[in-house]
């Protein structure tokens, strides 16, 4: 049997196997964009996951950038959250959650006092969001000024130590996706000058600080990092040089004592490593000393074998856990997949959301 449903550790996390759930956005949460009774009996259902990494959840309420997504910074979020992590322990699970500001990538309504969206840059992508009128534009979003920036560093601590309050095992910052720690990573976002634009040691310097200051609140081997190296979800084009960007920044996290990276291999929720990119995963590996996750639509082989090999440590699965809250087992059984409803990922209640059966009542 592979070692893919054998225990391992992430930093101080133990997993009871290495199929992790990734962080999926459902847009469900109710009043003060607070995770609801659906919610917790989503996460209870899906516990059996060697690790939860629960949906991307705003630091702030500048960091929303999609209808009815939950945040993590006022005390009715933590209560909200403290159900959720309360049921998944009961149920014998472990979970962390994802720490999220989604910076140009939000719509002004969605924002307080109708802000405009805050980002490295003033510069629109030709992206969309969800709001109350459905698919829009996002808006022009505002530079932040540097002197913005500790105070975003704040937000972030903050939430860790919401998070850690909420019962979470420990917390993933979002540096991936090209939201707003990614718009400051990339050359072909971040057109800055001073000392958080330039080069890569710049665009690198708020990510990294926000990193260790959440690092610093939930404890390092509680902290886990998503990147995502060459999508170019929401019309952002890749970095000029993603090895050498994304090598810099792994070598700085391994020096913080991290409890894993997590890596989107490829196009995010679309093709798993696009044609002729030459990027070298398994370099990007050696330069970090932890638990190493990896994303990007695996099966049940591809997964197998990423952990049987050393490849990986643990793989993360999104669309099939999604449609299988018992994934561990079927997969470990090789059983059939119930097919997803794609229908009915983004909003609405508990249909497409926890009515996809387990194996023993399909
Ligand atoms: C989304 O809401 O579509 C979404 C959120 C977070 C991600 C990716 C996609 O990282």
Known sequence: MSTLFEPGKLGDIALANRVVMAPLTRNRAIEGLVPGPLTVEYY???ASAGLIIAEATQVSAMGQGYLDTPGIHTPDQVAGWRRVTGAVHAAGGRIVLQLWHVGRISHSSLLPGGAA???STARRPDAQT???????PVSAPRALRDDELPGIVAEY???ARCAMDA?????????ANNYLLEQFLRDSVNDRSGPYGGSIENRARLPLEVIAAVAAEAGAARTGVRLSPLTTFSDTPRDSDPQALYGYVVGRLSALGLAYVHVIEGET????V???TAFDHAALRRLFNGGWIVNNGYDRAGAMAAVASGAADAVAFGRLFISNPDLVRRLREDADFNPLRGDLLYGGGAEGYVDYPALDAA
């Not at 969800?130 to 829009?136: A, C, D, L, Q, R």
């Open 44 to 46: 209870r259902q899906r």
């Open 130 to 136: 969800y709001t109350k009128e459905g698919f829009v």
């Open 274 to 276: 696009p044609a002729g």
């Open 167 to 175: 019962g979470f095992d420990g917390v993933e910052v979002h540096a």
């Open 269 to 272: 929720g679309g093709e798993r």
């Open 117 to 119: 969206p805050v980002s």
């Open 157 to 159: 601590r903050h939430a």
